[in-house]
Nanobody
Framework: QVQLVESGGGLVQAGGSLRLSCAAS????????VGWFRQAPGQEREFVAA??????ARYADSMGRFAISRDNAKNTVYLHLNSLKPEDTAVYYC???????????????WGQGTQVTVSS
């Protein structure tokens, strides 16, 4: 099993950027796809992006301002949030899955989440 810890959230002005990190522990990390999801207050959790071991990535249609990357030597996946808008305010979670999927129900390991707040 893999354990995940997110960091890098915070308060940023609209138009700004943040880099979220997802640090993984567990010797089987390279077997997993890693995804980022977000959940705003009163809304359902939504898929943001996912990345495979070799760096292949997929994004939700509305997430063109974001970029996902992976440093396997550091067991870390990053989510680069650019040109942030107030509507990007949410708790961002990373998760791991053995499947190449954007369905949160198919992710078996989750971090605790990191808050991103974008002020106007």
């Amino acid at each position: 099993q893999v354990q995940l810890v997110e960091s890098g959230g915070g308060l940023v002005q609209a138009g700004g950027s943040l880099r979220l990190s997802c640090a993984a522990s567990g010797r089987t990390f390279n077997e997993y796809f890693v995804g980022w999801f977000r959940q705003a207050p009163g809304q359902e959790r939504e898929f943001v992006a996912a990345i495979g071991w070799s760096g292949g990535a997929r994004y939700a249609d509305s997430m063109g301002r974001f970029a996902i990357s992976r440093d396997n030597a550091k067991n870390t996946v990053y989510l680069h949030l650019n040109s942030l808008k107030p509507e990007d305010t949410a708790v961002y979670y990373c998760a791991a899955s053995l499947l190449w999927t954007d369905n949160d129900r198919q992710y078996s390991a989750w971090g605790q989440g990191t808050q991103v707040t974008v002020s106007s």
